[in-house]
């Protein structure tokens, strides 16, 4: 008996504390109507207003009997409708129209409430959110709170303006995953500034203006399949690879730190120091890709190369940022019929030939 008298006490006590000191993070909460049979829509009671700015117009007018049967606030009764959603639909006609669409925000297979996000009568938040935004949605995401909380490098979209928002609708989208476009489409319109900085300090691409002016795209471009090489959320690699690359200009050649690169290409056209058919940049058989890049302090795929886009075939790049400052160094390849040249940049002036077996570049 001592122990259900304790037990109920302890109960008396929370529920007290509950009621008086109500915050954010815990509002009221009172059962409507039930929609479905696997679970209920809840109605979340009233915030103190001195902690609640934001207010819904008609609880900021006192009219209750807009969403409830009694226009009393001590007793505003049951919702007019017959769910929670259709009750804010009765107002938010735009909402229903968005819901419409072909992917809608589920939970537990179900459509969310209305209310599983918002307060219907005031909030801290901006749009009468129950919580922060961001960790509204990672209460449901977990898989998402797993990789930002794993990740060594986030993406800013995250974290930074109207965060999950950025990318996602939270009602309802025709772009799987909730998007509000296309992914690529997505990618491009906020990577289209001039001026962007990383977190490291270097100066971001302009992906809009270089896909324009640039015609020979990567294959991850020209499918539009930005997700082949970068994660969208968070990654334990620089610019949110999903593999190892290496993130200098120079680096020691270990396969490993290429497996960016080798989830797509064949790594022998590195490995092989001879070869007739891998490559075409090659002196006679000289393998020249083994030349710039297996050594000690080998040459990284983008010293040549454009990682996204260039002008000439395979993507040659005209100049490459060099140093922390990003100057651009001269690349000067130009192709000839039998191969190629290369013009000061690195070393003097050289010449390759691919249609011979003889070797006219003197060793490195």
Known sequence: MAKQ???????????????????????????VNKVGSHRKGVLLAPMPREIAPRTHAPFQSGKCGVCHV?????????????????????CHEDTRDVMARKYKHMR??????????????????????????????????????????????????????????????????????LLIALPFDLCVRCHSKDGMVSDDGKTMTNYKTLLAENKVWHAPIRAKDCSACHKTHAADNFRLLVNEYPAAFYAPYERKTYALCYGCHNDRVVSMEETTTLTHFRDGSKNLHFVHVARERGRTCRACHEVHAAK??????????????????????????????????????????????????PKP
Request: glycine letters at 6%; hydrophobic letters at 30%.
């Open 5 to 31: 008298l304790r037990c109920l006490a302890a109960f008396v006590a929370v529920a007290v504390l509950a009621i008086a000191g109500r915050s954010q993070a815990s509002p009221l909460k009172t059962e």
């Open 70 to 90: 009694n226009n009393d606030e001590r007793n505003p009764g049951p919702i007019k409708q017959s769910s929670v959603n259709e009750n804010c639909y009765s």
């Open 108 to 177: 537990e297979g179900a459509i969310e409430f209305c209310t599983d996000c918002h307060n219907a009568h005031n909030s801290v938040e901006k749009a009468l959110l129950v919580e922060e935004l961001g960790s509204l949605c990672l209460k449901c995401h977990a898989g998402i709170k797993n990789q930002l909380a794993k990740g060594k490098v986030q993406h800013d979209a995250v974290s930074k303006d109207k965060k999950c928002a950025n990318c996602h609708n939270p009602h309802a989208s025709n772009v799987e995953r």
């Open 312 to 361: 000439q075939d395979h993507r040659i790049r005209e100049s490459v940022p060099y140093g922390k400052s990003g100057w651009e160094l001269k690349v000067g390849y130009t192709k000839l019929p039998d191969g190629g040249s290369c013009a000061k940049t690195c070393h003097e002036t050289r010449t390759y030939n691919n249609k011979t077996l003889t070797s006219s570049l």
